[in-house]
């Protein structure tokens, strides 16, 4: 059972980046995950002629759908920029909107921002439920990036433990749909 990380930051050693492997590090067993980190800076700004009905999307572009459409769960990683959600994210975002990736799939949301990313979490709940995402709002997770070590654990036993949890509720959601 495959979950999809996506991470919001284009930093290189983004703490949202390593908040997904540190969240793939406490996954329940038989879950596997796949990330959408580094990929986020090759995207082109979204332009609504490149994704028309007889348009082929640009590489970079088919790749997150890819992923996206293999995928069971999605956990979202993103910071907060200027009490919103980064350009580069919500550029990713709007490629989905017309091909339906999020479509009844299981997202849990997990903020990392210094500033705790309440702001940036509010902003994009209704764009994930306007693509048709399951949210699972109730079990998303706001934390500052001081949470993680350099090893990319989480330091806080409270913390990983609300992790974990918000990992199983999404896993026991993926399953639910299997049946």
Same mark, same amino acid.
């Given at each position: 059972?495959?979950? *999809?990380?996506? @991470?919001?930051s284009l930093r290189a050693?983004?703490?949202?980046?390593?908040?997904?492997?540190?969240?793939?590090?406490?996954?329940?067993?038989?879950?596997?995950?796949? &990330?959408?980190?580094?990929?986020? !800076?090759?995207?082109?700004? &979204?332009?609504?002629?490149?994704?028309?009905? +007889?348009?082929?999307?640009?590489?970079?572009?088919? *790749?997150?759908?890819?992923?996206?459409?293999? !995928?069971?769960?999605?956990?979202?990683?993103?910071?907060?920029?200027?009490?919103?959600v980064p350009g580069a &994210?919500?550029?990713?975002?709007?490629?989905?909107?017309?091909?339906?990736? &999020?479509? +009844?799939?299981?997202?849990?949301?997990?903020?990392?921002?210094?500033?705790?990313? /309440? =702001?940036?979490?509010?902003?994009?709940?209704?764009?994930?439920?306007?693509?048709?995402? /399951?949210?699972?709002?109730?079990? @998303?997770?706001?934390?500052?990036?001081?949470?993680?070590d350099a090893a990319n @654990?989480?330091?806080?036993?409270?913390?990983?433990?609300?992790? =974990?949890? @918000?990992?199983?509720? *999404?896993?026991?959601?993926? *399953? !639910?749909?299997?049946?």
């Open positions: 059972m495959n979950i *999809l990380g996506l @991470s919001g050693n983004s703490s949202n980046a390593r908040l997904l492997r540190a969240a793939a590090g406490l996954a329940p067993t038989g879950v596997t995950f796949t &990330f959408y980190d580094e990929q986020l !800076a090759q995207l082109p700004a &979204f332009n609504p002629d490149l994704d028309g009905e +007889d348009a082929t999307p640009p590489p970079q572009v088919a *790749l997150l759908r890819q992923l996206l459409a293999a !995928a069971k769960g999605i956990l979202v990683c993103c910071p907060e920029y200027a009490h919103g &994210f919500k550029n990713a975002l709007d490629w989905t909107v017309s091909s339906g990736e &999020f479509t +009844d799939k299981p997202v849990v949301m997990l903020m990392a921002s210094p500033s705790g990313a /309440r =702001r940036a979490l509010a902003a994009l709940e209704p764009t994930l439920l306007v693509l048709g995402a /399951r949210l699972l709002a109730q079990h @998303s997770v706001v934390l500052v990036p001081s949470h993680l @654990s989480i330091r806080n036993a409270a913390v990983e433990t609300v992790v =974990r949890q @918000s990992l199983d509720i *999404l896993v026991t959601d993926m *399953l !639910a749909r299997e049946n």
